[in-house]
């Protein structure tokens, strides 16, 4: 089967690692509950910044974010990697931006992900992501984004939302740990 995969706040622990990097720039000490209970995707509003400042420090804090220490999510390699030892293909799909698509695609393989380079996207928007999960024909497609999740529901390709405090109202089908989601596609191949 086709495995696709967006990355960031998926795979990877990427906007709690950014708070915590806010955290030490703006000398500001917010407790993890604060994070756990923001509603939006961004999360400069507890730093008492603006849309726009928030937009800037996320810009200027960039090479920092993607390229330091962020942590998979516990179970996320491993699963990848039975899904691959299995003889599934994987995709990722992410809207990082185009510059760092290929430092980014070697960051991943450096955290032990299975990376083939000819199934490494980047670069589009998140409302582009569509166009590709499309060519791609692929069986599941998993990301943390309602808004692109949505634009993909006519397709065959069947979808998980990764369980954010941001997208708590979709009804898309919700993975919350790593360590279910082999169990919960064979539960799903069973009863096809
Ligand atoms: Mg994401």
Redesign the pocket.
């Known amino acids: 089967m086709k495995f696709g995969f ?5 795979l990877i622990n ?1 906007r709690e690692h950014a708070f915590k990097i806010y955290k030490k720039k703006l000398k500001k000490d917010l407790s993890s509950d604060i994070f756990h209970a923001l509603k939006r995707v961004e999360i400069h509003e507890p730093f008492g910044l603006t849309d726009e400042e928030g937009k800037a420090m996320w810009v200027s804090s960039l090479e920092e974010i993607y390229y330091t220490d962020c942590p998979a999510y516990p179970g996320a390699v491993e699963t990848l990697l039975e899904l691959e030892k299995e003889g599934h293909e994987i995709y990722y799909i ?2 990082r931006p185009k510059v760092h698509g290929i430092r980014s695609r070697e960051w991943m393989k450096q955290q032990g992900f299975p990376v083939k380079d000819e199934n490494f996207f980047y670069g589009m928007q998140d409302h582009e992501k569509i166009k590709i999960i499309e060519t791609l024909d692929l069986d599941y497609y998993i ?3 309602p808004a692109v999740l949505n634009t993909l529901t006519h397709t065959s390709t069947h979808l998980m939302i ?1 369980d954010q405090s941001y997208n708590r109202e979709s009804a898309i089908e919700r993975l919350e740990n790593w360590y279910d989601f082999r169990s919960l596609i064979s539960m799903k191949e069973n009863t096809r």
Do not use: S, Y
């Not at 967006?6 to 998926?10: F, L, M, P, S, V």
């Open positions: 967006d990355i960031d706040d998926t990427l992410t809207a990301d943390d984004k990764m």
